[in-house]
């Protein structure tokens, strides 16, 4: 009994100063140690130019006070992220946007962090499971599709119609001055030049880019025929080359009637044009007597974390909160890209937006998945960029196309 009543005082002994220490004015709670932590990002020029980094790092910093983190910014394009983390994997950033079709080199190289718990979970229930795809490889996620990458048509109201532009056909051959281009080619390295043979129903290694006991279908009757119209396509008078003369040099002087680019560069052309800026879905063509819908490479662009990063969980954290609803819409705000967050997307501003709906429209209507296979990604862009390149000096014409077309299967598929 008498231990029992020494330990009920203890106890109310203990309660009684802690009630004290509690209703202290001065007293706190011990902080929580702040680690020293530094983060590399790579990021896109766009997104320095806006100052949108800098403030989605100055709002993560303060929403993890239990880091004092010493940022450094260095610009690579999503173009360029896998050479050049490639080069030097512990070197490179921490945090990187890279464009989908690099990712399946990154994790061969061992230089991209697989995502799981919360920030997979994040990803699977606010992004679509299409889109979702597009940074897997197999059942594992590695990366956080931001916004959408494809192409789409502009064109100037001066010079076109809605009508003008549904076909390629219609397009070239509309009636305009002597010193305007109807219609501006641009291969972007064989990444738009695809949208006319897979349009036609052709494809490299399958219908998704994975079966390499597919092959290549590019030299059949359909293959030659496509070919055939880019000679002429490329080589009509009406027609502008890329390299050769600037799109925005000639929309400046309403010079061009129609060409195919992205989001990136809508601010710079509606700058130009303003309200003459037309938006719509890649057209039509018909090579062998029937129609086709182009159909442009679709993937996403995507933030990922180096498998080597010395910050791992600090890293992790950052690339999930670059990716989440509230990021996207303010990345979308300042510098124009759509949001591939599904909540983001259907917000009021962006669904308003004649921008993003034609992105939506494209992905829906007008696309193709881009092929990652690692086989496709290493030979299709130099020897796919070599077609309109050869058409245009001559190398490459309606009597040897079967020829060239058979050579660029042998190169595509060659052990």
Same mark, same amino acid.
């Given at each position: 009994?008498?231990?029992?009543?020494?330990?009920?005082?203890?106890?109310?002994?203990?309660?009684?100063?802690?009630?004290?220490?509690?209703?202290?004015?001065?007293?706190?709670?011990?902080?929580?140690?702040? #680690?020293?932590?530094?983060?590399?990002?790579?990021?896109?020029?766009?997104?320095?130019?806006?100052?949108?980094?800098?403030?989605? #790092?100055?709002?993560?910093?303060?929403?993890?006070?239990?880091?004092?983190?010493?940022?450094?910014?260095?610009?690579?394009?999503?173009?360029?992220?896998?050479?050049?983390?490639?080069?030097?994997?512990?070197?490179?950033?921490?945090?990187?946007?890279?464009?989908?079709?690099?990712?399946?080199?990154?994790?061969?190289?061992?230089?991209?962090?697989?995502?799981?718990?919360?920030?997979?979970?994040?990803?699977?229930?606010?992004?679509?499971?299409?889109?979702?795809?597009?940074?897997?490889?197999?059942?594992?996620?590695?990366?956080?599709?931001?916004?959408?990458?494809?192409?789409?048509?502009?064109?100037?109201?001066?010079?076109?119609?809605?009508?003008?532009?549904?076909?390629?056909?219609?397009?070239?051959?509309?009636?305009?001055?002597?010193?305007?281009?109807?219609?501006?080619?641009?291969?972007?390295?064989?990444?738009?030049?695809?949208?006319?043979?897979?349009?036609?129903?052709?494809?490299?290694?399958?219908?998704?880019?994975?079966?390499?006991?597919?092959?290549v279908d590019w030299n059949?009757?359909?293959?030659?025929?496509?070919?055939?119209?880019?000679?002429?396509?490329?080589?009509?008078?009406?027609?502008?080359?890329?390299?050769?003369?600037?799109?925005?040099?000639?929309?400046?002087?309403?010079?061009?009637?129609?060409?195919?680019?992205?989001?990136?560069?809508?601010?710079?052309?509606?700058?130009?044009?303003?309200?003459?800026?037309?938006?719509?879905?890649?057209?039509?063509?018909?090579?062998?007597?029937?129609?086709?819908?182009?159909?442009?490479?679709?993937?996403?662009?995507?933030?990922?974390?180096?498998?080597?990063?010395?910050?791992?969980?600090?890293?992790?954290?950052?690339?999930?909160?670059l990716g989440n609803e509230?990021?996207?819409?303010?990345?979308?705000?300042?510098?124009? #890209?759509?949001?591939?967050?599904?909540?983001?997307?259907?917000?009021?501003?962006?669904?308003?937006?004649?921008?993003?709906?034609?992105?939506?429209?494209?992905?829906?209507?007008?696309?193709?998945?881009?092929?990652?296979?690692?086989?496709?990604?290493?030979?299709?862009?130099?020897?796919?960029?070599?077609?309109?390149?050869?058409?245009?000096?001559?190398?490459?014409?309606?009597?040897?196309?079967? #020829?060239?077309?058979?050579?660029?299967?042998?190169?595509?598929?060659?052990?």
């Amino acid at each position: 009994m008498k231990l029992k009543k020494v330990l009920a005082t203890v106890l109310a002994s203990a309660m009684a100063l802690t009630m004290l220490a509690g209703c202290g004015s001065g007293a706190q709670e011990a902080p929580a140690q702040v #680690q020293d932590i530094t983060l590399k990002v790579w990021c896109p020029q766009n997104q320095v130019d806006t100052k949108t980094m800098e403030q989605q #790092q100055a709002a993560f910093a303060e929403a993890h006070p239990e880091y004092n983190i010493t940022w450094t910014t260095e610009i690579v394009g999503e173009d360029t992220a896998k050479e050049q983390i490639l080069k030097d994997v512990g070197a490179a950033a921490d945090v990187f946007f890279f464009a989908n079709d690099q990712l399946e080199e990154l994790v061969n190289a061992g230089a991209i962090a697989r995502l799981g718990g919360d920030t997979e979970t994040m990803v699977n229930e606010t992004i679509a499971p299409s889109v979702v795809a597009t940074a897997k490889v197999g059942d594992a996620l590695y990366g956080i599709p931001f916004t959408h990458n494809t192409f789409f048509m502009f064109y100037d109201k001066t010079l076109m119609d809605e009508n003008d532009i549904k076909t390629l056909e219609g397009i070239v051959g509309k009636d305009t001055p002597d010193n305007v281009y109807n219609f501006y080619f641009e291969s972007a390295g064989g990444w738009k030049l695809g949208a006319y043979y897979y349009g036609a129903g052709l494809s490299i290694f399958g219908p998704d880019g994975s079966d390499l006991s597919a092959g290549v279908d590019w030299n059949n009757e359909t293959g030659v025929a496509v070919t055939n119209y880019l000679i002429d396509l490329i080589n009509n008078p009406k027609v502008a080359y890329d390299g050769e003369i600037a799109v925005s040099e000639l929309i400046e002087d309403h010079r061009l009637g129609v060409w195919f680019d992205g989001s990136w560069n809508y601010d710079l052309y509606k700058g130009i044009l303003g309200d003459d800026l037309g938006l719509a879905t890649i057209p039509t063509f018909n090579p062998d007597g029937n129609d086709y819908q182009m159909l442009g490479f679709y993937g996403s662009k995507c933030i990922g974390v180096n498998a080597q990063s010395k910050n791992m969980a600090a890293a992790v954290a950052f690339a999930a909160f670059l990716g989440n609803e509230e990021n996207q819409l303010l990345r979308y705000e300042l510098s124009g #890209q759509i949001p591939a967050n599904m909540a983001a997307g259907a917000s009021e501003a962006v669904a308003s937006d004649p921008l993003a709906t034609v992105i939506v429209d494209e992905a829906n209507n007008a696309s193709v998945a881009q092929p990652t296979n690692t086989v496709f990604s290493s030979r299709y862009w130099t020897y796919a960029n070599a077609i309109p390149t050869e058409i245009r000096s001559g190398q490459i014409t309606k009597d040897n196309v079967q #020829q060239k077309l058979d050579d660029f299967v042998a190169s595509m598929t060659a052990e």
